[in-house]
């Protein structure tokens, strides 16, 4: 406490550095200063900027950072001996580094000595061997005591133990320090007494005092008056560090004035420090010092001992030597990573600050000097910050989908010469931030799906790639909200929202709808998350599921349709047309036409195309007058499906020929299907005769009125066509119009069709749609003859049929 009170000195500096005075010695654990109230900091914030000692690698720590009170306390007890040596200033320099904003004080501690140490001597016994004619006042230099302190805590006096014989005179030598010799007062009678043993006590002027001594042994020998004398008391050399062993640092010289074995002179170490006996030897003949250890500077830049020249009688006498040891550039720069943020967000923006660098070289002068680099193939650099640091900062962008990790190579150059230089290597990863939405692999999908489908069935499958890492990359697929004919969407399809794989919900019906779109919408797990659509079209292809459908005659349950056809047709004229249509498309509603039982097989022909039924060769007298054919229209697809119908027809030219149609059914027919077939004939016949007097009373009251037209004209109502035959993609069964010339004979009130040629020159164009109304679906111009006068002339009528 008392060096506590004397010794502790806070000054300012002028770039905000402290420097502390302390004793050494000092427990662990002692406060040398608040270093947050000297330096203007606030103690608590210490701890949050990372406050702490920057020491060299080598250093030992002896002091330590308190960061809750931020007081600088001893960590390590200080030995100012070993530490510094002999030197008078003896000091530790420290840097203190504070981060957020980075900031750095120097603090120097001035280590002050404490007399901890008592003189010693080199020997226990010191020996003299002095002749006796030795006159008085002669002088006999003895060894200095040695104290490893400094200062009035050195070696200040020596005191010698009465005797007889000699006296002690002490004076300072060139080094400085204290030199002690004994003085003979009185002369030697070697045969009075031949050994003197006498006790030297060495007193340093410390408090309180410590001393040492010696015994000092003289035997009195016969006369030696001259002892060594070196050619300079202090030698100065300078040696540079990583000297080979055994090479001669520097050789002394000392002669002395006797002669013969009095003159001969032996060298050896006077006072020398631990350290240095591990480093230098002396040859005691020549009084070379050799290197012996390794001499580095960064341990040690200076050396300081004393050799002793010594004749065969004992006397001797000293010479300093100072070895100054000079830097090479024997280091290489030291790297260190002080701060680093790792993995850091692709999102950084450009010049953010990722680590901070320190740059080291133990060397001194030119050789200390560094440069630091990076390459340039990354996108960081370095920003020279305070002294020797460095703020590692971006320069770019990132993007961790094209780089996710960066390899850094920094690299410090020194300028020594030759130059050193060191490397590292810090590795960065770059987070992940959502800033990718999902991408699906193509622009559109088109799948196809035959109508009839199993519920359930998968349609087709779309991929979305998102290249974010994680759930950031995770792709969920979902509908967008939609509807078809009316009806949601989600009815319709469904879609895994893991793989993307679209199902059908229900069975699809070409004959209802022949396509439709969904929208799929790709959405990753971010936050916020990111999403993309893509539109999905579903054909639906048709299959043969419909059988053909006439139209023209009349199915089976409705009236019966009679045609009439004259005795004088000619080969090919058109007698009567099937009509059928198929609600498929494409190959599956191609029809084809064909006679499958005939009253005469050889009369009549049909188109297998057309459905149009011609006389096969010229119509007879001895031809039957009732004409019965069964036609089956079949479509083309795979397999294929068929229907059947019955065209009855009637030969003659007079309506007044024509008998009952009870006859007219198909004889054909199954026998259980008299009954009804007889039932049948009865209704129509009873129509036909109805129809009959209603065409004469009309006649004759009306005589510029159309005829009316009974049911073997080649008029379709418009009733007989289902609804939705024309195709979307206008490649329906029906597609051409249908015109046909009617020839009326003359003399007969009857007034019968005769059905010459066809022609369909007036087609329906494709760009056109039909209209549901059934009014659209057929019409017809109808001009009625003039029959009141008996000419041979005739009359044409042009009748249009438009089919859709």
């Not at 290197?291 to 065969?312: C, P, W």
């Not at 083309?636 to 009952?660: F, H, K, R």
């Not at 009959?692 to 007989?720: E, M």
Request: with cysteine; aromatic share 8%; hydrophobic share 35%.
């Amino acid at each position: 406490m008392f060096w506590l009170a004397l010794f502790p000195l806070l000054l300012r500096g002028s770039y905000g550095d402290v420097t502390y005075s302390i004793p050494e010695e000092m427990k662990r654990g002692s406060v040398i200063g608040n270093i947050a109230k000297d330096l203007g900091l606030d103690a608590k914030g210490l701890l949050s900027r990372k406050a702490r000692l920057d020491v060299d690698g080598r250093s030992k720590r002896y002091c330590d950072i308190n960061l809750n009170t931020g007081e600088l306390i001893v960590a390590e007890v200080i030995d100012r001996e070993r530490l510094c040596g002999r030197r008078l200033t003896c000091a530790l320099k420290y840097e203190i580094i504070l981060e957020n904003p980075l900031e750095s004080h120097n603090i120097l501690l001035q280590i002050q000595d404490v007399n901890d140490n008592p003189p010693k001597f080199g020997e226990d016994v010191v020996k003299f061997e002095i002749q006796e004619s030795a006159v008085k006042g002669a002088r006999f230099s003895l060894n200095q005591a040695h104290d490893a302190d400094i200062g009035l805590n050195a070696v200040q006096s020596y005191t010698l133990q009465r005797n007889d014989h000699f006296n002690l005179a002490v004076h300072t030598n060139p080094a400085g320090g204290k030199q002690s010799e004994l003085v003979l007062e009185k002369e030697l009678d070697r045969e009075v007494e031949q050994e003197v043993t006498l006790l030297l006590t060495a007193v340093d002027g410390g408090t309180p005092q410590r001393s040492g001594t010696v015994v000092i042994h003289v035997t009195v020998l016969d006369a030696n008056d001259n002892k060594p004398v070196f050619r300079q008391n202090v030698y100065k050399v300078n040696l540079p560090e990583n000297s080979p062993i055994g090479s001669v640092v520097i050789a002394v010289s000392a002669t002395d004035a006797d002669e013969g074995v009095n003159g001969e002179v032996t060298y050896g170490f006077g006072h020398i420090s631990d350290d240095a006996t591990q480093l230098f030897s002396l040859n005691p003949k020549t009084g070379e010092v050799i290197v012996k250890g390794d001499i580095d500077f960064e341990t040690e830049s200076f050396h300081e001992f004393s050799i002793q020249a010594k004749d065969s009688s004992g006397l001797n006498s000293f010479a300093n030597i100072k070895v100054d040891i000079t830097d090479e550039n024997d280091n290489a720069p030291t790297i260190s990573l002080k701060s680093l943020t790792n993995p850091i967000p692709e999102n950084v923006l450009p010049g953010t600050e990722v680590g901070i660098i320190n740059v080291q070289d133990e060397d001194s002068g030119v050789n200390k000097q560094v440069r630091c680099s990076i390459q340039q193939n990354v996108p960081f650099k370095l920003n020279p910050s305070i002294k020797n640091y460095y703020s590692l900062v971006t320069t770019s962008e990132l993007d961790r989908e094209l780089i996710s990790d960066y390899n850094i190579t920094i690299t410090a150059t020194d300028e020594g010469s030759p130059p050193l230089s060191s490397s590292k290597t810090i590795h960065l990863s770059v987070s992940d931030v959502n800033d990718n939405p999902p991408v699906f692999e193509e622009q559109s999908y088109s799948a196809y799906v035959s109508e009839n489908n199993k519920p359930g069935s998968s349609i087709c499958s779309v991929t979305a790639r998102d290249p974010d890492w994680r759930q950031n990359g995770t792709v969920v697929y979902s509908l967008v909200p939609s509807e078809v004919n009316g009806v949601p969407v989600s009815s319709y399809v469904s879609i895994n929202g893991d793989t993307g794989v679209i199902h059908a919900l229900r069975a699809f019906d070409y004959e209802q709808f022949r396509s439709f779109k969904v929208q799929v919408v790709a959405r990753d797990n971010g936050s916020p998350p990111l999403s993309s659509n893509v539109t999905v079209s579903v054909f639906v292809a048709d299959e043969n599921d419909n059988s053909p459908q006439i139209l023209y005659p009349a199915p089976a349950g409705n009236s019966l349709m009679t045609e009439m056809v004259p005795k004088a047709a000619l080969a090919g004229s058109l007698v009567s047309k099937v009509i059928a249509v198929d609600a498929d498309s494409g190959q599956n509603a191609w029809l084809s036409y064909q006679i499958v039982k005939s009253t005469d097989p050889g009369l009549f022909t049909i188109g297998l195309h057309s459905g149009e039924i011609r006389a096969q060769r010229d119509i007879s007298d001895s031809d039957g007058m009732k004409q019965n054919l069964v036609i089956s229209v079949k479509d083309n697809g795979q397999p294929s499906m068929s229907t059947t119908c019955a065209v009855y027809l009637l030969i003659s030219d007079n309506l007044a020929e024509v008998p009952e149609l009870k006859d007219m059914s198909y004889e054909g027919k199954d026998s259980k299907l008299t009954s009804y077939l007889i039932i049948a004939l009865v209704s129509v016949s009873t129509f036909f005769l109805t129809f009959i007097i209603l065409i004469l009373a009309v006649r004759f009251c009306r005589r510029r009125k159309p005829r009316l037209l009974f049911d073997g004209a080649v008029a379709i109502p418009s009733a007989y066509f289902p609804p939705n035959y024309a195709e979307v993609d206008g490649t329906g069964t029906l597609r051409s119009s249908y015109n046909y010339d009617a020839y009326l004979t003359t003399g007969s009130r009857t007034s019968d069709f005769k059905f010459v040629r066809s022609y369909n020159d007036n087609t329906l164009p494709a760009e056109m749609t039909l209209k549901k109304s059934p009014d659209h679906f057929l019409e017809g111009s109808i001009t009625t003859l003039n029959t009141a006068g008996e000419s041979n002339e005739s009359s044409e009528c042009n009748v249009a049929l438009y089919w859709p």
